[in-house]
Nanobody, 115 residues
Framework: QVQLVESGGGLVQPGGSLRLSCVASGSIFRVYDMGWYRQAPGKERELVASITFLGSTNYADSVKGRFTIARDNAKNTLYLQMNSLKPEDTAVYYC?????????WGQGTQVTVSS
């Protein structure tokens, strides 16, 4: 069973940056298309960025040009570089497979954008 552990969240001012990391426990990670999801209070979880096992990326319109997803298969790690953060980016961020069947969700990492 692959386990996912997200980290790197925190409190940041509007316009600031954060880099999230997601470490997967198993090497099978490298053959999965992966994604970063977020869930804001009272809202459904949404996919904000994805990357195929070959490295092709895709972004939700709301984060395009500000967020960058990357992966290091040798380290079983997924990254999300977030720049020009906005208050509406406030959410708990999770990583998981881009498509079903998804892995067990990790605990996520809280990102709060506020002045």
């Amino acid at each position: 069973q692959v386990q996912l552990v997200e980290s790197g969240g925190g409190l940041v001012q509007p316009g600031g940056s954060l880099r999230l990391s997601c470490v997967a426990s198993g090497s099978i990670f490298r053959v999965y298309d992966m994604g970063w999801y977020r869930q804001a209070p009272g809202k459904e979880r949404e996919l904000v960025a994805s990357i195929t096992f070959l490295g092709s990326t895709n972004y939700a319109d709301s984060v395009k040009g500000r967020f960058t997803i990357a992966r290091d298969n040798a380290k079983n790690t997924l990254y999300l570089q977030m720049n020009s953060l906005k208050p509406e980016d406030t959410a708990v961020y999770y990583c998981n497979r881009q498509r079903s069947p998804r892995l067990e969700w990790g605990q996520g990492t809280q990102v709060t954008v506020s002045s």
